[in-house]
Every structure is written in structure tokens, then in C-alpha cells.
């Protein structure tokens, strides 16, 4: 079947921003007068904010509640967006080609609309999208392929007519389980998964300069 639609992850995938939140890790374990704590970021990477900050809770042995540490961070990383996030190498013309070709193009993400969306505002691709889906709209995180699914059907299509691009190994599992094409993304924070990410998805890329990228949506015109 022609794929029709064409979802992506945010962080780590189209956007190389994982350097912030390495950073908001570091800032805000200074803030509590520690080090950020051996094995952190793995053991945080697949969780949903509100997660990674019940676990932060528990490591830390803090009793801030989980939901003012999530607002802290999402206050730390809000201007990181706005003025120095950029794109994946080669993904603002992959979108436009997409867009060109009149291929439906969503987010699934779990970043707030209020962190990301000044960031895709300022790269200029932010009226590309026609649907923009975060894990907290479905309630539960990219071990389950809600959000996927929420994004097709928010664009008017069938998992089968999408392709989800992702960077993390449990979300690429997830979409592939509801019948997605699923097209894994190098990032340096998922790379002890680039082998298993490489034989699950039907296509795995370094960037969005892949020819094959292209080949998949009908190639060039």
C-alpha cells in the first residue's frame, strides 16, 4: 500500500536535542547539590516525563512531587528550544519533499506542545504537521502505540498507510506491533539499540539524506 502519512518522534529523531536534556539532567541534580547519578539517562530514556521524574524522586530522595519536578524541567528546557534546538541532518528538506508530495506529516511525541512548538516555529516547519500528538494526550507512553495511532487517525489514516520514524528501540516496537512502517533514526542517547532497532524496522537511517527515504514515499519526481 502507497504510504500516505508520515509520523515522527521528536526528540532524538527529527530534532537533535538529547545535548539539552543532558544538560537540564546535569543543572538540575547541581540545583539539589549532587552529580547526576551513575546510569541515569539510560535508565530514564524509554520512560514518559512524568515517570523519568518518579524516578528521579526515588534516586534522588527528594519529596518534591513528580509533577512540579516535570514543570521545572519543562521551565529549564523552554528557552533551550525557543533559541538553539535544531534539526537532524538533511530533515528539513526530507519534510518539504514530503509536504511537496502531498504526504500527510504528524508528530507523536512525548514533549508539551509549549516546549516544542517554538523550536519548529523558529526552524519554520511547524504549519507542515496537521496532527501533533503527545503521550499525555493518550494516557500512556511509547511502549504502547497509542499515540501513534492517534496521530493517524487525527491525519485521517490507517496505521498501514504511515510510516513512523523513531529513534528509541520500544517505540519502534510499539508502532511496528499496530502495523506501521517503521523507519529507525540514529541518535548517539539510543545506540546500544541500533542493532535490535536495525532488525525491527523496515528501514533504519544514520539521517534524512537517505535516498531510500525518499524511495519509500514513490522517490523523486
Not at 533559541?83 to 528538506?93: D, M
Not at 501513534?148 to 517505540?171: N, P, Q, S, W
Not at 546500544?192 to 537517505?210: I, K, M, P, Q
Request: contains cysteine; proline residues 2%; charged residues 30%.
Amino acid at each position: 500500500m502507497k504510504l500516505k502519512g508520515a509520523i515522527f518522534d521528536l526528540d532524538g529523531t527529527l530534532l537533535d536535542s538529547m545535548h539539552v536534556w543532558e544538560r537540564v539532567d546535569e543543572e538540575y541534580f547541581a540545583s539539589l547539590g549532587m552529580p547526576v547519578p551513575q546510569g541515569y539517562a539510560l535508565a530514564i530514556r524509554d520512560l514518559t516525563m512524568l515517570q523519568a521524574a518518579e524516578y528521579t524522586k526515588t534516586v534522588a530522595g527528594i519529596h518534591t512531587s513528580a509533577e512540579d519536578i516535570c514543570a521545572q524541567w519543562r521551565e529549564m528546557v523552554r528557552e533551550k528550544y525557543a533559541f538553539e534546538v535544531g534539526t537532524k541532518r538533511g530533515a528539513v528538506e526530507f519534510l518539504r519533499f514530503l509536504h511537496g508530495r502531498g504526504v500527510k506529516l504528524g508528530i507523536a511525541t512525548t514533549l508539551t506542545e509549549e516546549t516544542y512548538l517554538p523550536a519548529l516555529e523558529r526552524l519554520g516547519i511547524d504549519n507542515m504537521f496537521s496532527a501533533k500528538v503527545s503521550v499525555r494526550d493518550v494516557g500512556r507512553g511509547k511502549g504502547f502505540p497509542d499515540v501513534y495511532l492517534r496521530a493517524a487517525h487525527t491525519m485521517g489514516l490507517e496505521a498501514d498507510e504511515c510510516a513512523v520514524f523513531e529513534d528509541i528501540l520500544k517505540g519502534i516496537t510499539s508502532a511496528k506491533s499496530a502495523g506501521f512502517t517503521v523507519v529507525g533514526v540514529y541518535d548517539d542517547s539510543s545506540a546500544a539499540d541500533e542493532g535490535a532497532a536495525r532488525r525491527t524496522a523496515a528501514l533504519y537511517v544514520r539521517d534524512f539524506t537517505s535516498e531510500e527515504l525518499k524511495d519509500m514515499f514513490g522517490g523523486r519526481r
